[in-house]
């Protein structure tokens, strides 16, 4: 398993803007999702209904709050 690099919010920014990765919120309660939803972010739920048909070199932040 690869190490789990963390990152801080402008990095994140950066590559979420720039397509280089997918943010998603880390909380399986959407309603959670619906009150911390960032710009640009997905939640675990579609997240989770399309992780197989992303690439093995897909960049995934998650993130909570």
Do not use: W
Not at 8 to 26: F, K, P, S
Not at 27 to 56: C, T, W
């Amino acid at each position: 398993m690869a190490d789990i690099e963390r990152i801080g919010v402008q990095e994140a920014h950066r590559r979420v803007t720039t397509n280089q990765a997918l943010l998603v919120c880390a909380y399986e309660d959407e309603a959670k999702y619906r009150m911390l939803n960032l710009d640009g972010s997905i939640s675990l739920s579609s997240f989770q209904s399309r992780v197989d048909a992303l690439p093995k070199t897909q960049e995934i932040i998650f993130y909570c709050a």
